[in-house]
């Protein structure tokens, strides 16, 4: 009966020996006794089926049969050395771009945890104005909007509850006592680029008023607000425990959808399909536990 002809494990150690020169150096280098090594290559060589050539020192070379199966070995350790180094090595990092106060109300806690799971880790990048940002700059943008732009692909992944701001000053200025009806006669901070023509800042529109500065950036907003510019619609979650700034009663406005945008020709990148869809479960799963602590 044949002995069975080796396999992965055998050709591996038919290698290191042919490497080495000798049972004790592929001993050595397998971190394995020599003995144990010796039993390995009379197992490979059983019924008469040399691979190696002995000379009077102990040297080990293949003979023909141990040349190819060394040549089979070396291929199949390339091909694997290979694969190993496509499927371990880490991509490039997903660039997700978006303003600081995205960053830390929606984001800082997340990319961590998408990190964790994803082949990439994430990179985050603050920007004053991400409605400004070419295409080319990120990957993922995360922002205010009221829906995926053209040409793009996207993913609701929450709501900002909002309400209307003033600082205390401004207030006692302008002698500002229960609800506001409308806001005629006041002062007022609107939204522009992309973030006004959200649902939130298109209401905050049709309140009237008279407009005090314009900024496509909802904490320059908040500054503003503090300073005394005008009354702002912020999220209450920026605003609310801001000391510098009183709600002020009025209409109810509707809340600002949070969008993730890729350009569309990335959504084939399976790190920005990946995010995608991720963020959506993530996100629900994150509002859901919300709602339920509330």
């Not at 070396?74 to 499927?87: P, T």
Request: proline share 7%.
């Amino acid at each position: 009966m044949a002995a069975p002809f080796p396999d992965w494990n055998d050709l591996r150690d038919i290698l290191l020996i042919t490497n080495a020169g000798s049972l004790s150096g592929a001993a050595r280098i397998a971190q394995i006794s020599q003995s144990t090594m010796s039993r390995r290559l009379a197992a490979i060589e059983a019924n008469g089926q040399p691979v190696f050539l002995r000379d009077e020192m102990g040297r080990l070379s293949p003979n023909a049969r141990g040349l190819e199966l060394v040549a089979a070995a070396r291929e199949m350790a390339a091909v694997y050395d290979r694969v190993k180094a496509r499927l371990t090595d880490a991509g490039p990092p997903l660039r997700v771009a978006s303003c600081e106060m995205m960053a830390k109300l929606f984001l800082a806690p997340a990319l961590p945890v998408w990190s964790s799971r994803a082949d990439s880790a994430a990179v985050l990048q603050v920007h004053e104005d991400v409605y400004a940002l070419e295409a080319e700059s990120f990957d993922v943008m995360v922002a205010p909007m009221a829906a995926a732009p053209e040409r793009s692909t996207g993913q609701l992944l929450g709501l900002f509850q909002m309400g209307l701001f003033a600082a205390p000053h401004y207030v006692a200025a302008n002698r500002i006592r229960g609800g506001l009806d409308t806001l005629e006669g006041q002062g007022v901070i609107r939204a522009s680029k992309v973030l006004g023509d959200t649902e939130s800042y298109r209401w905050l529109a049709r309140q009237g008023g008279n407009v005090t500065m314009l900024s496509p950036n909802i904490p320059i907003m908040a500054e503003a607000c503090a300073a005394g510019l005008g009354v702002a619609l912020l999220p209450l979650d920026l605003a609310g425990h801001d000391p510098r700034m009183l709600p002020i009663d009025g209409p109810r406005p509707p809340p600002c959808e949070i969008w993730a945008v890729a350009d569309a020709k990335s959504s084939g990148d399976p790190r920005v399909a990946g995010f995608l869809k991720w963020a959506r479960g993530h996100f629900r799963a994150t509002r859901g536990e919300e709602r339920a602590a509330g």
